[in-house]
């Protein structure tokens, strides 16, 4: 079964997140619109360029409400390093989530058992909890911001506009559907 | 735990394909890559939008040698008629799949059990039938056929060149990384 | 153990009928008496002249104060555009339910699980809920409605008239039998 | 799941045929078409009418080479008695089946167990001991051989033409239907 | 384990009794004596003649105050016919009671599964419900009436006379013995 | 279920027989007919006077080719002294079985756990070890003889004369009767 | 686990004592001190010599307030003719307890369950129903009362004497020991 | 269940003997007759007292073949510093056996688990491993070496002697008994 | 799971202590620091050296308000005669606790079941009763008593001062950390 | 049960040595000594100053034949880093051993579940893959690897010296001890 619409488990642990070790829950997506993004480890290759695309696109992301967190199944004091150490990653402004117990690879269904390490998987949840897009990859294989920002907008329309669906490739601005019984057999 | 990396289960079903009846399973997809692309209900509001964007698309595909199933739960009779009904679905030059029986939507982890209808589910799957990319959507947020394009030249990439990665946002032509010891800790 | 005199489980899903989607439940069964009438698939080849048969005896049906549904494993969308584009099917008056969740197949036995479609099964059910025959077919083999109405006059006779019996290939206006001691070891 | 399509499981019991007991058992029905009428209880009151509407229709079924067996849960004796002292069951050419241990009722899902007797069922098997066509009543409710000739005649039509089906109300002599590509969604 | 001094298990069934069918239960076995008398089928061989054995003693019955009943697991419709026409089973003047869901027969151990026939079983109920003496024959050995009216007195006497025992071939008038200390070992 | 026509369990014992003490198993009870008696307890009341019956009636017994064998659950050795002490016993020149174990009385279903004795059983066997009928009754209430020899000969009877039954209160030189089609329901 | 420091299970038999038949219960030992005998069976060999041993010194075991059993699995009937028939058992004037139940021999763990009779086993029970002592045998190997008798006489002492344990082959006169820490590794 | 007439379990231990420390188990006790002498530890009170008894006797065990094993649940250490510490212990020249692990104490059932020790339990044990007779004594209760000679001579006897028993309180010289038919009832 | 964190499970025992036997539990470890020091076996050979060691460093062990538990599985018996005969062991001053029982080498997981004997072990346990470390040998080889002492005062200094961390090879007087972010990645 | 005297479990995983990335199993720990050192995270308090002691102690580890292992639950990745800005932990020449499956934690029984993180924890592991020692602490209390030293040399002692114990606090050149029977308690 899809984690579509189902509300996040409950989990907590810490982040490193502006200069602080900060807790992180379940409790703390609830209220705003949050993106999470797992990827395998601190201190690689791909998980640098792709933590440096989300924090070149925070400031829309903030503009749209929604946090970003990054997930490894690092520690928070490798996170800490990493931000330190790392160009790239010491751009980032948001949360680097440590999951040393696995427990959030786990409730997402990204864990890899025989590595210890998380797949490439990026979440978008309501402030509700309930997670709406799900987006899974072979690890060598990474992932677009722009198309993250694409689909939490069309989420955030949806949710504003009940009643209304947005077509294909639809961004913000595009025309949406208003399904009727009109339409049925007639698109 | 997720899809990633593990092989299509057997199926056995029937798809509407340019003007025929024809068979489909797991041994179609062996041999070329495979996008799967799960959608509600035929003669609906987004779907014959997306089927259009894949359409529109399909040359792209063609060229690197993939093909795309469209996949519902409706038989391919209903398929049949959308295909002459629907002036969007009526472009579609590749197989639209029924699946009565729901072992697709199942397999795949896309059923919704109390609609009896798929999740817009998105699926690249190399010529071995292994799993490398999924993306699953709450129904009312359609996809864009351009990421998943680029997520298959992505999967092919890395296919074709084993030791390297691509980065962030990588689309064909850009850099990839070849991951190595120095470069741990350094990006 | 036969379906006969047992209740109608509770099911719920959505149906075409006279220009609308309406809501069908074990509910809406109650308080008059109905017939359905299972069949494989929309579109195909002897389902419509079964639909249209219905249709041509849906008067007297109604008469004697019986609603007929008709209900396949396609959606309510299909049913739509089924009655929309079949001549036969589009003498329909009465609901078009669809069972995409199989529920209602698998409740009165019916389904064909490798083919994810219905048998052709009739079922007379009185005001209460209670199922009073139930005749089914190979596909290949279709049903005759005047027999169905001959049943449902027969179902009706016995509900109105406690204490007799309809005889053989009775029909309205010939004569009943009442059980009585007298007669045991006599007809 | 309904019975149909499956073979008819093994059974062994005595039946009155003929001035004679015989033995009747599943290899009985092999190789010819058979119809089991199964009805309550010998001495009562709708039976006798149905047997004699059997005996009635007994020649037509010769002619399609069928055999027609009824059948109660009474023993053989009974049988014997009634057919001499019934003047309607007296007309039965064709043999009289006690079911004294439930085998047959049960396994053809017409045994009502408050009572130890069967329901009215009516069951059309071909010559490989496949079932075809089921018929079950409450036992208020009688049947019409006419009816069941009528099933007869279109599930031995479509055993001999393979690629037809007998649409609604089909009766010898009427058209019939070859499914094709062509027809979907066009009657 | 033995049904003796066990009290009769509950059920429910009806009698052909003096030209009425009648319910009978484990409730009618209350307030009197009863000797159940088991036999395998209506119309048959031995059975009439052991009818007609109880017929011939039931006076004798009736002045111990003992109620007979002839059970098969025939119907009570059997049971009417079997009363008219045997001349022997048309002495009957007790009930005839049909079990033809073979709940008594299997609640007395005289079931015989592979024929849905009684095994020849005699019971000696007492008011209270409580089984006193069992006497089961293969089908082919017919019983004697006058020792059950023996045995039967002689469970009078004892239920009359505390502390007496009947000795071996005791009939009534015959001297009984009363248990006591001093006859241990010297009878 | 009935011991009726089921074959002796396997047990193994000793019995005081004419000053002796022999084994007795079911294999001592396969070649001839065989009358097994339980009784409750040595030196009692009712079971001298059951074990002088027998012995009186044992001549005729003998002349049948018949063995009686009186079982409680008492030692061989209190037995012996039975034989010794009791007039009545003292006739007895057939085995008395001990049965110290409860393995002959579980068997036969005569034992009572709560006291560890026998109830009165009388159970015919045949030569090849198959029970034919069997006789129990509450311990206040003793056996007749003749009676068992009145079985015992009916069925000898219908053993030699396979085809025969013998009718109510049948005894030697008496009638019996050929079951026929032409009996059936004429008696 | 031992019998020993555990309390005797309940149980309710017969017993054969001064020309009555009493009851016989685990609560029949407290109050008193209970030597409980038991032994194979009635009528033997060893047994009268063991029951006249135990009469022999019974005057003392009365001195000591304690109360002999003999147990074995016949009857209290047996029993009473033992007693009448055997010069050795007739002396005593103690209980002879019936088991057929073979509920004590069992409890005590002496049971033979292939032979259905006790092993020789010898239990002393304090006034509480408390297991102090025990001793079993093979069958062909009798005891000693006056080995029995030195143990409830020590049994007694350290009830009577809590903090003094009696040493090795001590009798009543002889010296006891108190333990100390200082005789810990003195003695 | 009795441990009379079982064979001895494997066992693997270590005993102090002569001033040597050797292994000892069950296959030891094969092939001459066996004394286990089980008390509750070393360096008490009552146990030197019982080990000397031993000690006294030991001469005529072993003219009789025997060997005596004394067991406690503690060390074959602390055996060795008993037997030099302990001028009781000190006499004996027989294996004091250590049982730390508590497999004999359990094989024999005389553990006390909430103390980690034995109970003062004597066996005699053939030269085959069968365990003759049994004893065991709440722990302040000794025991009388004297009476395990008397049994142990008479277990020998009637082993060398098949066909006799020894009568209570039988010692060596006196009579024994042959049990025959003659003999039942008489003593 | 490691023990170290949990809670001291309940026990129960006796010691050998300054000349008296006392009870030792788990309540006797709460208020105060306790050492708990398992070893093989009294009267053997390194176990000596080790009592020794704790011996000569009581003292401090004293100061530091710890009490030290020497446990073997002997009993406490043989503990005082080890005290008395043993030069090295006579100088222990604490409880030499017996555990014949094997309740608590199970409960710290020391046990040895096929030796019944103690693997050597020292645990700190905190005056909550929560073990701070552990420390197994196989059992040819010893522990240093100053070692446990060097743990012992680092496991006191952190519980008085919370917040702080013992270095390795911190001993008292050493200087100590104090995590915080600033620590992080920079020692 | 402890770990003492059991195999290493089979493992595999991947450590930093010498600036390289290897892999390490249990085959790797097999042919020489070695010393798994446990401890909670990489870039943390204690951890390094840890990993110091034991560089400054690796000549002599190495003189002893010994490798050194550090494991924590992080990266291989981490390591490198670690190695890098960590003063202290860039003198270590010995694997930094990456656990982040958990399976070595878990394997010696040191994983802190509701952290992720590893316990404190040193095994000494001879040369065939059994563990001889094990210390375990609360992760705020460190160790000094001097004791290891210790430790490792009187295993490696006794290894080549069988027969022969290390006393308390034995360090190379100091005498050891011959195990005897002149030695059980004389020490």
């Known amino acids: 079964m899809s984690l579509i619409n189902t509300t996040v488990q409950p989990f907590s642990t810490t982040a490193f997140h502006n200069g602080k070790f900060v807790p992180v829950s379940d409790a703390s997506l609830r209220g705003e619109w949050s993106v999470l993004v797992f990827m395998p480890a601190a201190f690689t290759f791909n998980c640098p360029t792709e933590v440096e695309d989300a924090a ?3 400031a829309e992301f903030q503009k749209l409400g929604a946090e ?16 330190e150490t ?3 990653v010491g ?6 989530v440590g999951d040393p117990t696995h ?8 864990h890899i058992p025989e590595e210890g390490l998380a ?3 990026t979440f978008i949840i309501n402030p509700e909890g309930v997670i709406k897009t799900a987006e899974i990859h ?4 990474a992932r677009d911001m722009k198309e993250t920002l694409r689909k939490l907008k069309a989420a955030q329309f949806v949710a504003k506009n009940p009643g209304q669906v947005c077509p294909a490739k639809w961004n913000d601005g595009a ?3 208003t399904p009727s019984l009109d339409l049925v057999g007639k698109i």
């Open 68 to 83: 970003v967190y990054i997930v490894t199944t690092d520690t928070h004091f490798s996170h800490k390093v990493w931000h």
């Open 91 to 96: 751009k980032a402004k948001f949360p680097l």
């Open 86 to 88: 790392s160009p790239a």
């Open 56 to 58: 070149d696109n925070y």
């Open 103 to 110: 427990q959030l690879t786990n409730a997402f269904g990204v």
């Open 175 to 177: 025309k949406t559907l």
């Open 119 to 121: 797949l490439r998987g």
């Open 138 to 141: 072979d690890n060598a294989i």
